[in-house]
T-cell receptor
Framework: GAVVSQHPSRVICKSGTSVKIECRSL??????MFWYRQFPKKSLMLMAT?????????EQGVEKDKFLINHASLTLSTLTVTSAHPEDSSFYIC????????????FGPGTRLTVT | EDQVTQSPEALRLQEGESSSLNCSYT??????LFWYRQDPGKGPEFLFT???AGEEKEKERLKATLTKKESFLHITAPKPEDSATYLC????????????FGSGTQLTVLP
């Protein structure tokens, strides 16, 4: 149980275009989903927290107009990187937790974004 | 502010050579101490949750322990397939129930 998928696993896009990444909880309903960014050989950096049906809460320094997050259902959250630039190239990982009293987060396999 | 410090940053072991990874934490109101394993190019894989000092959990060659200030991940007779980065995280109070991650220990087990 507690499987989280992400799509796509890899994406290459041109500078100035937008890219959408999907995160799905496959066998549970995710009350909260999280989006992280990870730089090479670095730990996870939380970007935002999203709850189903409400606006995402962004961490300090994360541009909400650039990283659009939508949590339309209890099993799907999307991250859209708008007007991508090479510095947005990174490994993006989502996670989900199940239940109001639960802290364990289950992670997706990640999406490698390369902006050329 | 919650803080998590992992040591060592990197560890190289020979196959069968047991060792421990350390996770020191400072948090107001611990709601859980979490261990994850991350392979290169993949998302973290959940291993354990510990809630209170004195608690221990085991899975195959891994055993996690918790005190009031730190957690240890003991690896007994490791194999090359145990090579990965091990991440520690703490959960504290707050409605979002976010986790604060340490920087990880990169473990390499040589055959």
């Amino acid at each position: 149980g507690a499987v989280v998928s992400q799509h796509p696993s890899r994406v290459i896009c041109k500078s100035g275009t937008s890219v959408k990444i999907e995160c799905r909880s496959l066998d549970f309903q995710a009350t909260t989903m999280f989006w992280y960014r990870q730089f090479p050989k670095k730990s996870l950096m939380l970007m935002a927290t999203s709850n189903e049906g409400s606006k995402a809460t962004y961490e300090q320094g994360v541009e909400k107009d650039k990283f659009l997050i939508n949590h339309a259902s209890l099993t799907l959250s999307t991250l859209t990187v708008t007007s991508a630039h090479p510095e947005d190239s990174s490994f993006y990982i989502c996670s989900a937790r199940d239940g109001a009293g639960i802290y364990e987060q289950y992670f997706g396999p990640g999406t490698r974004l390369t902006v050329t | 502010e919650d803080q998590v410090t992992q040591s060592p940053e990197a560890l190289r072991l020979q196959e069968g050579e047991s060792s421990s990874l350390n996770c020191s934490y400072t948090v107001s109101g611990l709601r859980g101490l979490f261990w994850y394993r991350q392979d290169p190019g993949k998302g973290p894989e959940f291993l354990f949750t510990l809630y209170s000092a004195g608690e221990e959990k085991e899975k195959e060659r891994l055993k996690a322990t918790l005190t009031k200030k730190e957690s240890f991940l003991h690896i007994t007779a490791p194999k090359p397939e145990d090579s990965a980065t091990y991440l520690c995280a703490v959960g504290a109070g707050g409605s979002a129930r976010q986790l604060t991650f340490g920087s990880g220990t990169q473990l390499t087990v040589l055959p």
